[in-house]
């Protein structure tokens, strides 16, 4: 095949890898990568023909590398301590890259002892650098001779495949986006939503079982930085142990397993998206002459609001019916935590696909057209005010029972026309910062629906009254037809009751919510951070 920039721009990740691996410096590496890419460039200009890419970028990264080297050396860039030690004399160039892969591999080597796992590591260095007889080293540890041997043994025969394995392009950057379906009280949960360490752990293990010092070699991270983080991991049940091996306990989404999810959803969600629109829309006067606060509000924003819970109360109905050999989906209790919390992990590799992935006619545009969208949030303050939010926007919005009871007071306010207090100023200029209140001449208003009990009652009526109209299992079928095109991408190690899960978890509102903004059948907000866009607040009374 003719080389291309397209095949080289595939490599680039891995070209930085290389460079980064010998150099151990960010800036230096950026600027081998440069060359190294230049010298591909040339070549595919020249149209070179390349059997094995692999090794021909990697014969390149090993040319512009020795070049770089004798380059240096000559312009003396390069001190004596970087490459040797000791009373060795200056090498001559012909020397250069010898001395400097020797180093280099000794570098290496260090490295490699970092990722081995525990026991093989403490009895390596006891052994060659402490110079610690076997013997010493069994009565130290408390464990016999005969495993001390075995450790040894076994440490050299990973350390020249370490070695081996590091001379390849092998490097990949792995980000994953995590989330949660049930209630957390860690909300980065352990790492997982925030720790690059963590996600490259549970995406190197998210296919088969690897040892610590697979996982090591794998990510490119020490062993024994790794410890922590897997026991933390393996105590949260988002990994098991299984024998000496380490595997992730959840279906981390792939890129294209997520856009055979989204195609899925362009072809099959189009006609509930909209036949659900119209049912709602047919209703809207009704639920508008309820008279709650915020009923003048824009109609089309108030809708956005209002076919979300729709949406969100027919697949709730769906789940109620058989979805697999009898078993139904709400009976799923979420799994419990170690910390006390019981919820699913839901996550995907973060980046393009690496793949093809065959997708309908107008797909693309479709998928470049989608909204950004951070899941559904429910609060509660006092058991007494409630919400329901969809969260859309880049970020994850911070609206919890604090806010909540500001709202309520806020509506005090505004209903009785009370003169605000002190503290109530404080909180009116609070919720008025985030977009929730409006305040204009002198006067309060909630820029979202905020229901009393006795209107969100009429409201939910309304609500079951379409369900009704349109039928309990409005969405059952889709919700079949996604499960059947997931299963194949759940990993077969994962539990009955995971797979059950995961095959039916995948349809989520976000995808009506699509269809409906690509169809351009309902107005969107400019500003889609203001925060009271698509939140909606209400009371119930205590129950008992």
Known sequence: MKLTGEIITRYSQKIYGFAFDKLCDPDRAEELSQEIILELLKSAARGQEVDNPDGYVYTVCRYAFAKSLRKKYRSREIS?????????????NENIEENTEQKLLTARLM???????????????????DNIPGEEIARRLGIPHSTVRYYLGESRKKL??????????????????????GNVIDMKMHGLADNPLVAGIVAACCEKPLTVEEISRAIGVGAAYLEYYLDDLTGMDYMKKVGNKYVTNFYLRTPESMVKSENYSYVNAAAPAVTALDALQSRMDDILAIGFMGS???RDSLTWMFYGDLIKTLISSAYTYPLDKGRKYHDMPNPLRADG??????????SKPRNPVSTAEGFDEYSESCLSFNGVKTRSADDKIFSLQFDFGTGWREFNGEELSALGRIRELILSGAEPTEYDKFIIANMSKNGYVTVSGGKMRLNLPYMAAEEYKKYRDIIEDICEELGRDFLLEYIKGSGRLT???????????????????????????????YKGLLSLPENLENSAFCTLVYEQKAKG
């Open 341 to 350: 919390s019981a919820h699913w992990v839901w996550a995907a590799i973060n």
């Open 487 to 517: 299963e194949s991408d759940i990993p077969a190690y994962l539990d009955e009751d995971m797979r059950f899960y995961y095959k039916y978890s995948n349809v989520k509102i976000r995808e009506f919510f699509q269809i409906i903004k």
């Open 111 to 129: 490295r490699e002892i970092t990722r081995l796992s525990r026991n093989h590591r403490q009895v390596t260095v006891m052994f060659y650098f």
């Open 80 to 92: 004596v301590e970087d490459h040797v030690s000791g009373d060795n004399p200056i090498p001559s």
């Open 296 to 298: 003048d509000l824009d």
């Open 160 to 181: 020249r495949e370490g070695i081996d394995m590091s001379e390849n392009l092998n490097f990949d950057i792995i980000k994953i986006a995590a989330g949660h379906d």
